[in-house]
C-alpha cells in the first residue's frame, strides 16, 4: 500500500501526517465540528496549510472552541481582540467571515435542524454546484475554500488515494450516501 502522495512529499512525522491519518476526509457530525473546517479552510486562503494546522489549537481556544452561539455573538470588542491575537490569522476579512457564517449557520439551524442536515440535505452536488450554494450563503467561500472544505469533510471525493492505507478507514466511516455522486 502507498501512503498519498501529498503526505509523501511533506514526510512522515509532520503535523500532515496526523491531519491526513486523524482527520482528513473523516466524516465530521457536530456543527460545531463542521463550522470549526469551514473557519481553518476560510483561513487557510493565501498561506499554507502547515501555517493552519500550527496555528490550530490556538484557533480554538481563540474562538470558544467554534461554539456556534458563541461566535455567533461576538461583539466589535471581541472582533478588536481577534485582530490583535497573534496566535491566529489577523485579517480581518477572515474574521469577519467567520462571524457572519456563524451567523448564517444559525438561520439554517432554524431551518434544517442543524449545519450537518442543510450539507445533506444538498448532497450529492457537484463541485461547481456546491460553490454557487456556498457563495450565495457564506462569506468569503471561493472555489478552493470550498473544495477544500467538502472534500476534507467527505462530502466530495478525493481525499485520499484509493491505495492509501487511511482511504479504507474513512470509507467505512461514511453514511450510506456518501458513494451517491
Not at 159 to 177: F, G, L, R, S
Request: net charge positive; with cysteine; aromatic share 12%.
Amino acid at each position: 500500500m502507498s501512503y498519498c502522495a501529498f503526505v509523501q512529499h511533506k514526510g512522515k512525522g509532520t503535523v500532515h501526517e496526523h491531519y491526513h491519518d486523524h482527520e482528513y476526509g473523516f466524516p465530521l457530525h457536530s456543527d460545531n465540528e463542521l463550522f470549526a473546517r469551514l473557519v481553518l479552510e476560510i483561513n487557510q486562503a493565501g498561506l499554507s496549510w502547515e501555517t493552519i494546522l500550527k496555528k490550530k489549537d490556538n484557533f480554538f481556544e481563540a474562538f470558544d472552541h467554534f461554539d456556534i452561539d458563541k461566535v455567533a455573538r461576538y461583539t466589535e470588542k471581541k472582533k478588536e481582540r481577534l485582530l490583535q491575537d497573534a496566535g491566529i490569522i489577523r485579517n480581518r476579512l477572515k474574521v469577519e467571515a467567520t462571524i457572519d457564517n456563524a451567523k448564517k449557520i444559525k438561520v439554517i439551524q432554524k431551518e434544517f435542524g442543524s449545519f450537518k442536515n442543510w450539507l445533506d440535505h444538498h448532497h450529492p452536488k457537484t463541485k461547481e454546484e456546491w460553490v454557487k450554494i456556498f457563495k450565495v450563503t457564506f462569506r468569503f467561500t471561493g472555489g478552493e475554500i470550498v473544495n477544500e472544505f467538502l472534500m476534507s469533510t467527505g462530502y466530495l471525493p478525493g481525499a485520499h488515494a484509493e491505495d492509501c492505507p487511511v482511504y479504507k478507514k474513512v470509507m467505512k466511516m461514511k453514511p450510506k450516501w456518501a458513494g451517491v455522486r
